[in-house]
């Protein structure tokens, strides 16, 4: 077994929370000390994600009464860190006193980073928004992993359609200033093009421009309504921060996109607010316990499996707390319903994502063999894709798809690779160190050291030359999650079904460092048997029946009416490119069924 344990609290650790089976009988019997009646909702949702953001947004613009249970923070404009005391207290585990929004899991073959606070994992992602290719909709249970899509393109199309309009989602405006003069974005086109492969500019949703204006950085943004910070937010100012969370509000993540317009509409938003349990209710709906984290006792220690606990009641549940979340909780739960679908916890996989390095690349145009400017801190984290086929394309290709995108990263990032390399570089000037010496020692004055202190940085080589790759597509979905001790278990290997895959990837991405004039180099993990994901899914798929699938095509759970499932864990594999926009619109096509009041399965 692949085992081991989440770093992380609420849905981890045991010292700090236990399935609902082991609370105890207190939280399933009478209690004479807790009210009778408890709040109500037409729909609970839990998480904030892409999934149960979208949720709560249909549900409330339908007049459905919502309450939406976010376990981590708000972060309005201004309020992500960047200073290393900062970063080190944003990451999430209560219990150590950390309220933060990075949330790291570890397991044998592979790690997830997730995030935790409103809005999800659309606070760290990096924009990219890219429909499902048409033909990677698998409809074959006898595929590697079992793959079988019960939607198809054709049924997403006009939920993308919707999301994508909500996101206001824009292109990389690379034909104009200061913009074109982008280094990554040029350098991974012109080396795609001498391969033959196919770049593109994707939709991010980023806002460069107002409706109607030329793109500039930092300019205010027009809302229609003010967001549900009250805060002023500015056009990308290009400074590659996307992922550690953006003080200028530029990315159009949930809190100012559906999570604004959801409280504006009624929903009552909670913050904070981690569910532990939840069960069916006499008479029909469900009853869901959480746990409030006080901000006070931030940066505190917090015997969190003592909070008090909190009920409230719901028509409709729609679980979104993200692949290992949802999974984990209907896992730790599935005893309070007579049992759950087999299928729970199968088709686990990681997107295929790689991460892997193009190193002092050089500009070799006209014939030049110079350090290349890439400077990945300039512009968003990610502005462009290159895309690879697909066997299921049809064309002749062999093998599973999959995308590279060019990466950035703060700037801050630059500097820690220049201490790195300053040794180096200290040793390649060292002529000019011993001149400055004997200047100082015969004490012949020479005022202007610039350029002598100047050349003490060298030829920045390693920072202004790196280019992160960013990989994921079509890998094999023969993941398995489950619970031990307690505790949440991934049983993955990307050598166990998806070798061929990641040998494919990594292929292409040496192909790209080549053209780049760089040095390919793997990410460190690779060389232990472990990949990170960012885009987990798989746990709660959709399926045609009970027998392989958690839910149907509209998210319902099988067997239990007004029971659903909506985030990235539906997904019964890989989606290939970034599955944000998709786990969006499988959401807003989900509401759909709870509004139209659909029979269920």
Same mark, same amino acid.
């Given at each position: 077994?692949?085992?081991?344990?989440?770093?992380?609290?609420?849905?981890?650790?045991?010292?700090?929370?236990?399935?609902?089976?082991?609370?105890?009988?207190?939280?399933?019997?009478?209690?004479?000390?807790?009210?009778?009646?408890?709040?109500?909702?037409?729909?609970?949702?839990?998480?904030?994600?892409?999934?149960?953001?979208?949720?709560? /947004?249909?549900?409330?613009?339908?007049?459905?009464?919502?309450?939406? +249970?976010?376990? =981590?923070?708000?972060?309005?404009?201004?309020?992500?860190?960047?200073?290393?005391?900062?970063?080190?207290?944003?990451?999430?585990?209560?219990?150590?006193?950390?309220?933060?929004?990075?949330?790291?899991?570890?397991?044998?073959?592979?790690?997830?980073?997730?995030?935790?606070?409103?809005?999800?994992?659309? +606070?760290?992602?990096?924009?990219?928004?890219?429909?499902?290719?048409?033909?990677?909709?698998?409809?074959?249970?006898?595929?590697?992993?079992?793959?079988?899509?019960?939607?198809?393109?054709?049924?997403?199309?006009?939920?993308?359609?919707?999301?994508?309009?909500?996101?206001?989602?824009?292109?990389?405006?690379?034909?104009?200033?200061?913009?074109?003069?982008?280094?990554?974005?040029?350098?991974? %086109?012109?080396?795609?093009?001498?391969?033959? /492969?196919?770049?593109?500019?994707?939709?991010?949703?980023?806002?460069?421009?107002?409706?109607?204006?030329?793109?500039?950085?930092?300019?205010?943004?027009?809302?229609?309504?003010?967001?549900?910070?009250?805060?002023?937010?500015?056009? !990308?100012?290009?400074?590659?921060?996307?992922?550690?969370?953006?003080?200028?509000?530029?990315?159009?993540?949930?809190?100012?996109?559906?999570?604004?317009?959801?409280?504006?509409?009624?929903?009552?938003?909670?913050?904070?607010?981690?569910?532990?349990?939840?069960?069916?209710?006499?008479?029909?709906?469900?009853?869901?316990?959480?746990?409030?984290?006080?901000?006070?006792?931030?940066?505190?220690?917090?015997?969190?499996?003592?909070?008090?606990?909190?009920?409230?009641?719901?028509?409709?549940?729609?679980?979104?707390?993200?692949?290992?979340?949802?999974?984990?909780?209907?896992?730790?739960?599935?005893?309070?319903?007579?049992?759950?679908?087999?299928?729970?916890?199968?088709?686990?996989?990681?997107?295929?994502?790689?991460?892997?390095?193009?190193?002092? !690349?050089?500009?070799?145009?006209?014939?030049?063999?110079?350090?290349?400017?890439?400077?990945?801190? &300039?512009?968003?984290?990610?502005?462009?894709?290159?895309?690879?086929?697909?066997?299921?394309?049809?064309?002749?290709?062999?093998?599973?798809? &999959?995308?590279?995108?060019?990466?950035?990263?703060?700037?801050?990032?630059?500097?820690?690779?220049?201490?790195?390399?300053?040794?180096?570089? &200290?040793?390649?000037?060292?002529?000019?160190?011993?001149?400055?010496?004997? %200047?100082?020692?015969?004490?012949?004055?020479?005022?202007? +050291?610039?350029?002598?202190?100047?050349?003490?940085?060298?030829?920045?080589?390693?920072?202004?030359?790196?280019?992160?790759?960013?990989?994921?597509?079509?890998?094999?979905?023969?993941?398995?999650?489950?619970?031990?001790?307690? +505790?949440?278990?991934?049983?993955?290997?990307?050598?166990?079904?998806?070798?061929? /895959?990641?040998?494919?990837?990594?292929?292409?991405?040496?192909?790209?460092?080549?053209?780049?004039?760089?040095?390919?180099?793997?990410?460190?993990?690779?060389?232990?048997?472990?990949?990170?994901?960012?885009?987990?899914?798989?746990?709660?798929?959709? =399926?045609?029946?009970?027998?392989?699938?958690?839910?149907?095509?509209?998210?319902?759970?099988?067997?239990?009416?007004?029971?659903?499932?909506?985030?990235?864990?539906?997904?019964?594999?890989?989606?290939?490119?970034?599955?944000?926009?998709?786990?969006?619109?499988?959401?807003?096509?989900?509401?759909?069924?709870?509004?139209?009041?659909?029979?269920?399965?």
């Amino acid at each position: 077994m692949a085992r081991r344990y989440p770093v992380a609290d609420g849905w981890a650790r045991r010292a700090s929370w236990q399935p609902w089976e082991q609370i105890g009988a207190a939280s399933r019997a009478p209690d004479k000390k807790r009210p009778v009646e408890r709040e109500h909702f037409n729909s609970v949702v839990v998480g904030s994600g892409f999934g149960g953001s979208v949720s709560a /947004y249909r549900l409330a613009e339908a007049g459905r009464s919502v309450c939406l +249970l976010e376990r =981590g923070k708000p972060f309005p404009p201004g309020s992500f860190p960047r200073s290393p005391h900062g970063l080190s207290k944003n990451f999430w585990d209560p219990s150590e006193g950390l309220h933060g929004m990075f949330n790291v899991w570890s397991f044998r073959g592979i790690d997830a980073l997730v995030s935790s606070g409103l809005g999800g994992g659309s +606070l760290i992602y990096a924009n990219v928004m890219i429909r499902k290719d048409e033909r990677w909709f698998v409809q074959d249970g006898g595929a590697p992993g079992g793959e079988h899509w019960p939607v198809t393109r054709a049924d997403l199309d006009a939920h993308y359609d919707r999301v994508e309009r909500m996101l206001d989602v824009q292109k990389y405006p690379l034909h104009r200033e200061p913009y074109s003069e982008t280094r990554k974005t040029l350098a991974l %086109k012109e080396a795609a093009e001498r391969r033959g /492969y196919h770049w593109f500019l994707p939709n991010l949703a980023v806002t460069f421009a107002n409706d109607g204006e030329e793109p500039a950085p930092g300019e205010p943004i027009k809302e229609e309504h003010p967001n549900l910070h009250g805060r002023t937010r500015y056009t !990308c100012r290009l400074v590659g921060e996307c992922d550690v969370g953006c003080n200028y509000g530029s990315k159009n993540t949930l809190d100012y996109t559906y999570l604004s317009h959801a409280q504006r509409l009624g929903a009552d938003v909670r913050t904070r607010c981690e569910v532990r349990a939840f069960r069916p209710r006499e008479g029909g709906g469900f009853e869901i316990d959480y746990v409030h984290h006080d901000e006070r006792a931030e940066g505190h220690k917090t015997e969190t499996r003592r909070l008090p606990v909190q009920t409230v009641t719901a028509d409709h549940l729609i679980v979104s707390a993200g692949t290992l979340g949802s999974t984990y909780l209907l896992l730790a739960n599935r005893r309070a319903f007579g049992g759950l679908p087999d299928a729970l916890g199968t088709r686990f996989c990681g997107n295929g994502d790689l991460l892997t390095f193009a190193v002092n !690349c050089r500009d070799r145009r006209e014939g030049r063999d110079d350090p290349d400017a890439i400077e990945p801190g &300039f512009g968003p984290v990610i502005t462009s894709a290159v895309r690879f086929g697909d066997e299921l394309d049809g064309d002749g290709t062999r093998g599973r798809g &999959f995308y590279v995108e060019d990466a950035g990263y703060p700037d801050f990032v630059n500097w820690i690779l220049q201490m790195a390399d300053e040794p180096r570089a &200290f040793w390649a000037y060292r002529k000019v160190a011993g001149r400055l010496v004997r %200047k100082w020692l015969q004490r012949k004055p020479d005022p202007d +050291l610039s350029a002598e202190v100047a050349a003490f940085f060298g030829d920045t080589a390693l920072a202004m030359g790196l280019l992160p790759l960013l990989g994921m597509g079509r890998d094999v979905p023969d993941g398995k999650m489950g619970l031990v001790d307690g +505790l949440l278990d991934v049983d993955w290997s990307k050598t166990r079904g998806s070798s061929a /895959y990641f040998d494919r990837v990594r292929s292409a991405m040496r192909s790209l460092a080549d053209e780049l004039g760089g040095e390919f180099r793997d990410n460190p993990l690779w060389w232990f048997s472990k990949v990170i994901t960012v885009h987990a899914l798989g746990g709660c798929p959709m =399926g045609r029946g009970p027998q392989d699938g958690v839910v149907d095509e509209w998210g319902r759970v099988f067997g239990v009416p007004g029971l659903h499932v909506a985030d990235g864990s539906v997904m019964p594999g890989p989606v290939g490119p970034n599955p944000s926009l998709t786990i969006a619109a499988v959401a807003d096509r989900f509401s759909d069924a709870i509004i139209e009041g659909r029979p269920g399965p």
